[in-house]
């Protein structure tokens, strides 16, 4: 994530001082193969690819790592010292997927939180004693039982 941030700084840079035909050259592969995804979400990334769409003469190139480029290597040697730092000089947002993640415990905690002081439920409790996130693969008339809401007749 470190490497496609660099990348939206550089193309802020770019467009902040008006520069064009710049080749922006960067040793993450992945980092650049995600840009050009059309599957990835994140916000970051959209950003990144709204400002391309808009400069064509902005090219991202990727040069292998450890070959001796020289401005490779400054940017190397800046990313040690960074790591190096106690204090992070960016946040990020989540990505959809740890946002879900994230919710969904939030969810289970409440939902076990409420389960403990009420009465409502305790058959289906003895079946399912934990919340689980995962669906029940049983039929309609199984369903009914376990939950104890059905059409049954009265005795």
């Given at each position: 994530?470190?490497?496609?941030?660099?990348?939206?700084?550089?193309?802020?840079?770019?467009?902040?001082?008006?520069?064009?035909?710049?080749?922006?050259?960067?040793?993450?592969?992945?980092?650049?193969?995600?840009?050009?995804?059309?599957?990835?979400?994140?916000?970051?990334?959209?950003?990144?690819?709204?400002?391309?769409?808009?400069?064509?003469?902005?090219?991202?190139m990727?040069?292998?790592?450890?070959?001796?480029?020289?401005?490779?290597?400054?940017?190397?040697?800046?990313?040690?010292?960074?790591?190096?730092?106690?204090?992070?000089?960016?946040?990020?947002?989540?990505?959809?997927?740890?946002t879900?993640?994230?919710?969904?415990?939030?969810?289970?905690?409440?939902?076990?939180?409420?389960?403990?002081?009420?009465?409502?439920?305790?058959?289906?409790?003895?079946?399912?004693?934990?919340?689980?996130?995962?669906?029940l693969?049983?039929?309609?008339?199984?369903?009914?039982?376990?939950?104890?809401?059905?059409?049954?007749?009265?005795?």
């Amino acid at each position: 994530m470190a490497e496609i941030f660099a990348i939206h700084k550089a193309i802020d840079y770019i467009l902040y001082y008006e520069l064009y035909d710049v080749k922006t050259v960067s040793n993450s592969r992945s980092a650049l193969m995600t840009v050009e995804s059309l599957s990835d979400q994140r916000e970051l990334i959209w950003n990144i690819k709204k400002k391309l769409k808009d400069r064509e003469d902005i090219k991202l190139m990727w040069v292998k790592a450890h070959m001796g480029e020289m401005g490779n290597e400054r940017a190397d040697v800046l990313a040690k010292d960074a790591a190096n730092r106690e204090t992070i000089d960016a946040q990020f947002i989540y990505s959809t997927v740890q946002t879900r993640n994230k919710n969904n415990k939030k969810i289970k905690r409440s939902l076990a939180a409420q389960m403990d002081g009420i009465y409502k439920g305790t058959w289906t409790r003895l079946i399912y004693p934990e919340i689980n996130m995962t669906r029940l693969s049983a039929d309609f008339c199984s369903n009914q039982i376990i939950t104890g809401h059905g059409i049954f007749g009265a005795f």
